[in-house]
């Protein structure tokens, strides 16, 4: 079994607005560098629109690697997560039907859509990181393989518990099921948006998956404390290491996630 790589999310609490985040490029760079320390080898972030200083920033900062999120936004307003050499970008597999406290973000993206991200990705060596919401985002996956569009391994993140139109339960056995589901080749990440969160986290951690952790998943410990992404990452950590898997470094990451290939 792979050692387990930590996706952390530091940004915007979708359930709890309220809660703070880095949201500076300096802001962002040192809880990047926190949540390296913590056990993290990947960050996940929004940037705040500002890509280009963001990744500039988190470079100079410490090699963790970059995953550019906000796959709600037009191809147009991420033209420069693949200038600024980010290393995953994020890229729905479905439409976006989600109702969080504070916004509700529905809108459609289509197969040419996909086809273009993946061609943009080949082109710019950057490792699409595909959301699979529910079952008909790994028909779509496979239509991208099938089309010849992407290379193994297909890097995907599993998402339950999100409230919306794209809802699935929090629950195992709709893990394992969804899981079941995926074509061979697949770098598996699971995120759970619910306070039972632990229970398949843990199930992912023992299935030899990967996990996504942070303020923008899930803001709390599992003692119900409010917490930070860098201490939501030491946690899962620990978990990790007491069902006897340790934790990727930056360089293992790299090597599970085909990113040196690219």
Same mark, same amino acid.
């Given at each position: 079994?792979?050692?387990?790589?930590?996706?952390?999310?530091?940004?915007?609490?979708?359930?709890?607005?309220?809660?703070?985040?880095?949201?500076?490029?300096?802001?962002?760079?040192?809880?990047?560098?926190?949540?390296?320390?913590?056990?993290?080898?990947?960050?996940?972030?929004?940037?705040?629109?500002?890509?280009?200083?963001?990744?500039?920033?988190?470079?100079?900062?410490?090699?963790?690697?970059?995953?550019?999120?906000?796959?709600?936004?037009?191809?147009?307003?991420?033209?420069?997560?693949?200038?600024?050499?980010?290393?995953?970008?994020?890229?729905?597999?479905?439409?976006?039907?989600?109702?969080?406290?504070?916004?509700?973000?529905?809108?459609?993206?289509?197969?040419?859509?996909?086809?273009?991200?993946?061609?943009?990705?080949?082109?710019?060596?950057?490792? &699409?990181?595909?959301? +699979?919401?529910? !079952?008909?985002? %790994?028909?779509? /996956? $496979?239509?991208?393989?099938?089309?010849?569009?992407?290379?193994?391994?297909?890097?995907?993140?599993?998402?339950?518990?999100?409230?919306?139109?794209?809802?699935?339960?929090?629950?195992?056995?709709?893990?394992?099921?969804?899981?079941?589901?995926?074509?061979?080749?697949?770098?598996?990440?699971?995120?759970?948006?619910?306070?039972?969160?632990?229970?398949?986290?843990?199930?992912?951690?023992?299935?030899?998956?990967?996990?996504?952790?942070?303020?923008?998943?899930?803001?709390?410990?599992?003692?119900?404390?409010?917490?930070?992404?860098?201490?939501?990452?030491?946690?899962?950590?620990?978990?990790?290491?007491?069902?006897?898997? &340790?934790?990727?470094? +930056?360089?293992? !990451?790299?090597? %599970?996630?085909? /990113? $040196?290939?690219?």
């Amino acid at each position: 079994m792979d050692p387990l790589i930590i996706v952390a999310t530091p940004n915007t609490c979708w359930l709890k607005p309220s809660v703070d985040y880095p949201r500076t490029p300096q802001a962002i760079a040192q809880e990047a560098k926190r949540c390296l320390e913590k056990g993290a080898s990947v960050l996940h972030t929004h940037a705040e629109g500002r890509w280009t200083a963001v990744i500039r920033a988190v470079h100079a900062s410490r090699d963790i690697i970059i995953q550019s999120g906000m796959s709600s936004l037009d191809i147009k307003d991420r033209l420069d997560c693949f200038r600024q050499k980010s290393d995953m970008l994020s890229i729905i597999l479905n439409h976006h039907d989600e109702a969080f406290a504070e916004v509700d973000c529905l809108k459609l993206h289509s197969k040419q859509e996909l086809e273009k991200y993946a061609r943009l990705c080949k082109k710019h060596h950057v490792a &699409p990181e595909f959301e +699979v919401w529910h !079952a008909g985002s %790994i028909w779509n /996956l $496979n239509y991208l393989i099938n089309k010849k569009l992407l290379s193994i391994p297909y890097i995907t993140t599993l998402f339950f518990g999100w409230p919306g139109g794209t809802w699935s339960p929090p629950t195992v056995e709709e893990y394992l099921y969804r899981r079941r589901l995926l074509p061979p080749g697949c770098a598996v990440v699971v995120s759970i948006m619910h306070q039972d969160q632990m229970k398949i986290l843990a199930a992912a951690i023992l299935e030899g998956d990967h996990v996504r952790v942070g303020t923008e998943d899930y803001c709390y410990t599992r003692s119900g404390k409010l917490a930070k992404t860098h201490e939501l990452v030491e946690e899962i950590a620990s978990i990790s290491r007491s069902l006897g898997r &340790p934790v990727a470094s +930056v360089k293992q !990451a790299r090597r %599970i996630l085909g /990113l $040196n290939r690219r």
